[in-house]
């Protein structure tokens, strides 16, 4: 069984950055695939970004190219979420998922964590 932490979140205001983390423990001797996701109040869970075990493949929606970057190391069994130029429309609670591989919709993954808020504002 593999278990997701994330942490990261916060309020910031609009145009600042945060990293997000995501840190598994449990099963981890396999590498698995790691997305991050965000849900706003009525609306629908987004993907924002994937990476493959080996950190060589990495995806990003079109709403999160430019401004986020994710990234892995491996070695501390996290996964990372730098988000820049962040405005209020960014404001979510921000979720990492994991599976063996990136998946095409969030209802692919395996394995969740409880979620971080981001809240962007004024």
């Known amino acids: 069984q593999l278990q997701l932490v994330e942490s990261g979140g916060g309020l910031v205001q609009p145009g600042g950055s945060l990293r997000l983390s995501c840190a598994a423990s449990?099963?981890?001797?396999?590498?698995?695939?790691v997305g991050w996701f965000r849900q706003a109040p009525g609306k629908e869970r987004e993907g924002i970004s994937c990476i493959s075990g080996s950190g060589g493949t990495i995806n990003y929606a079109d709403s999160s190219k430019g401004r986020f970057t994710i990234s892995r190391d491996n070695a501390k069994n996290t996964v990372y979420l730098q988000m820049n130029s962040l405005k209020p429309e960014d404001t979510a609670v921000y979720y990492c998922a994991a599976d063996l591989g990136c998946r095409s919709s969030w209802r692919g993954y395996k394995y969740w964590g409880q979620g971080t808020q981001v809240t962007v504002s004024s």
């Open positions: 449990g099963f981890t001797r396999a590498y698995y695939a």
